[in-house]
């Protein structure tokens, strides 16, 4: 199966042995799971980011400041020697979370968004929001304390196609609430539609959207290639070609509201190979390199350095990574699986050939303080 959607051909423009030199990056939207998984997968996503916005839908969900700060410790106990990986933490919003809760998250400094989940909508949100009414008194208290609300953006609706549900959400759920919370920053989550990126670009307030490398790289039919193929499938689940090529102009854009998440979502291979399969791509293995691939096939590297290092921070209100990290021109092949606790994981395009290789960090932002 070819890596880019098949009817977009591989580049081959950039030379190899040639090097690319980016400031270094931070991912906005990362499941990082927890115990002997979250051992097996930090190290991946910390040899890339400096930073990242941890995803609360644990089993239990992480509701609580105080369950943040010590999934936060855990966290730094699992990264590898000398590690500087600094998680970003979320709370997960429920129908019952008070604005007390929010108070507390201001204050603690470490959490630095809260996350809604229609009740449902994907992995672990069995105790997300049956009703957004029920959440205004946090989503008040949000606004007034600056927190920024993450939002999983798509309805759950069974009646409703699961190819629209992200446009469905924009319309009856997201322009009403920021109708009511206009001040309230807001990121739209792994964005999946060309709706989604025009809502976006010209929404009022301050909207950002984060994108998967995966949404850049792949159509539905990526799912479907010659037989079901489990490791593609993810929530949002893939659209139609027009939708891609429109989130890869959004990425490409240099517009400061889009920026990079890769929603990595490990699931042993046994809970995606089956009869009723999870859904969550791995790319926290090679994230950096699979966005590359993307930006190059536009002609648009140029641009990555500012989607996948600059406008993550800016909006976050926090500051720029100081250090720099090289990715090289270089054929590589993904592996097929890596350990995954006592099971396996399988990374997204496995067996394929990558044509960026990541190197490491040229310096830390501890070093160049
Ligand atoms: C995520 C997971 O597995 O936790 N899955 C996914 O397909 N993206 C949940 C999510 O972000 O929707
Ligand atoms: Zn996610």
């Known amino acids: 199966m070819p890596l880019l959607a098949h009817h977009v051909p591989r580049p081959a423009q950039t030379p190899a042995g040639t090097t690319l030199v980016i400031d270094r990056p931070d991912d906005w939207h990362l499941h990082l799971r927890d115990g002997e998984e ?3 997968v930090l190290p991946h996503t910390a040899a890339q980011f400096h930073r990242a916005i941890i995803m609360p ?5 992480v509701t609580t400041t105080a369950l943040a700060l010590a999934y936060r410790k855990r966290i730094l106990e699992a990264r590898p020697a000398g590690s500087d990986f600094d998680p970003l933490m979320t709370l997960y919003l429920t129908d019952n979370t008070p604005a007390d809760e929010i108070h507390r998250a201001k204050a603690s400094g470490v959490v630095h968004a809260v996350k809604l989940y229609p009740a449902g909508a994907t992995t672990n949100s069995d105790s997300g929001v049956t009703d957004l009414k029920h959440t205004y008194k946090a989503l008040e208290a949000m606004q007034e304390a600056g927190m920024v609300l993450a939002i999983h953006g798509e309805v759950t609706d069974r009646d409703i196609d699961v190819f629209d549900r992200e446009k469905v959400f924009i319309d ?8 009511d919370f206009p001040a309230l920053r807001v990121v739209f ?3 999946t539609t060309k709706d989604a ?10 909207i950002a959207a984060t994108i998967t490398a995966h949404h850049l790289l792949y159509n539905r039919n990526a799912l479907f290639q010659g037989g079901i193929r489990p490791h593609y499938y993810c929530l949002p689940v893939l659209k139609r070609e027009l939708h891609r090529q429109s989130l890869l102009e959004a990425a490409t854009s240099g517009k400061p509201r889009y920026f990079l998440g890769t929603d990595s979502a490990p699931h042993a291979m046994g809970d995606k190979e089956s009869d009723c399969g999870c859904a969550g791509c791995y790319t926290a293995l ?12 536009v002609g648009r590297l140029d641009r990555l350095e500012g989607f996948a290092s600059h406008f ?16 090289h021109r270089q054929d590589w092949s993904i592996p097929t699986a890596l350990p995954y606790g006592d099971r396996i994981v399988v990374p997204l395009a496995h067996g394929e050939t990558l044509g960026w290789r990541f190197e490491a960090s040229l310096q830390t932002n501890d070093a160049s303080r």
């Open 197 to 206: 990126a025009d809502y976006v670009a010209t929404a009022e307030g301050e």
């Open 312 to 327: 993550g921070p800016d909006f976050y209100r926090l500051p720029r990574n100081a250090g720099k990290v090289r990715l």
């Open 172 to 179: 009856e759920k997201l322009i009403p609430l920021r109708r």
């Open 57 to 61: 839908n644990l089993k239990p969900p």
């Open 286 to 297: 090679h994230a950096l390199e699979l966005y590359a691939t993307a930006f190059e096939a």
């Open 38 to 40: 979250l051992k097996a």
């Open 189 to 191: 989550e792994h964005i």
